[in-house]
């Protein structure tokens, strides 16, 4: 089994900056992309950005410019730093990593980790 734990979520005011991260804990696997997603109160999940093994990156038009993320392979470890949050930015966001196994590929979630920012 994998687990992914999250940290860094907190109350911030509008303009303020927080930085996210998650590891992956488990024995005998490997990790293709990983990524962040974000789901708001009454709204659907949706995709903040994914970065790939070998470092290329995507990210959903409304954070470009502001946010980045990162990842150490070694550690197993994916961050997201965002910058110049606005309170539309507030959801519990959610770390996922593409974990390949011996027994095949499968989508692997965190817990989510509150983000809120006030006006």
């Known amino acids: 089994q994998v687990q992914l734990v999250e940290s860094g979520g907190d109350l911030v005011q509008a303009g303020g900056s927080l930085r996210l991260s998650c590891a992956a804990s488990?024995?005998?696997?490997?990790?293709?992309?990983m990524g962040w997603y974000r789901q708001a109160p009454g709204k659907q999940r949706e995709l903040v950005a994914r970065i790939t093994s070998n470092g290329a990156t995507n990210y959903a038009d409304s954070v470009k410019g502001r946010f980045t993320i990162s990842r150490e392979n070694a550690k197993n470890t994916v961050f997201l730093q965002m910058n110049s949050l606005k309170p539309e930015d507030t959801a519990v966001y959610y770390c996922n990593a593409q974990v390949r196994r011996l027994t095949g590929t499968r989508d692997y979630w965190g817990q989510g980790t509150q983000v809120t920012v006030s006006s």
């Open positions: 488990g024995s005998s696997f490997a990790i293709n992309d």
